[in-house]
């Protein structure tokens, strides 16, 4: 049987090829989709790590939480963020040092302080003074790895007048912000350490 199709001559053979053909090329393109969308779930999952489990969580699906990270690198690109001078990156070590010596005789306040000189470290550094969860939005882009720290610490260091804090706790955040302000100041280090070799 011969079949009329937009001018054409089509054989049931010629018909059945068309259709099998067809059928790869969807599957192909679909195939094509899902690989690209795992791959794009992959390499948000391994930039943001818990970060990105979080938003999932927070936004109810992979995709909605994609959007939503892929809003915040696009916002702190927007940023002017900068590595600190030579000068100020020295007051900073000096201020955690004597916040850190504060610790044994006053945990409370010391964390605190610690929360504090974070957030004037990050202002430091050109991340616009917001409320937590902004400023934790923003620095998650460059320092996913810390972010389950910082809302630890965070958590701990607006609690601390509070019953709950006990002093593990604080001691716990303590350590988390030195952590976090580590690797605040790592990329700086890095830099030196390439200009001396």
Request: no cysteine.
């Given at each position: ?95 955690w040092q ?63 007048g509070q ?35």
């Amino acid at each position: 049987m011969v079949y009329h199709f937009m001018g054409f001559d089509l054989t049931n053979t010629q018909l059945i090829v068309a259709a099998v053909a067809l059928v790869v090329v969807i599957l192909i393109a679909v195939g094509a989709i899902v690989r690209n969308r795992r791959t794009r779930t992959l390499a948000f999952r391994n930039r943001f790590g818990s970060e990105y489990d979080r938003a999932v969580l927070t936004h109810g699906s992979p995709r909605k939480a994609e959007a939503t990270l892929a809003d915040r690198e696009t916002r702190v690109e927007a940023l002017k963020i900068r590595e600190l001078g030579a000068t100020e990156r020295e007051r900073f070590v000096a201020e955690w040092q004597t916040v850190q010596s504060r610790f044994l005789d006053h945990p409370r306040a010391a964390v605190t302080e610690a929360d504090d000189l974070i957030n004037a470290l990050l202002e430091a550094r050109g991340y616009p003074k917001a409320g937590f969860e902004q400023r934790a939005a923003d620095i998650s882009v460059h320092y996913p790895r810390v972010m389950e720290n910082y809302r630890v610490a965070h958590a701990i260091a607006v609690r601390p007048g509070q019953p709950g804090a006990t002093t593990e706790d604080l001691r716990t955040a303590m350590i988390q912000y030195r952590a976090i302000f580590d690797d605040l100041l790592q990329a700086q280090k890095a830099i030196e350490t390439r200009t001396a070799a």
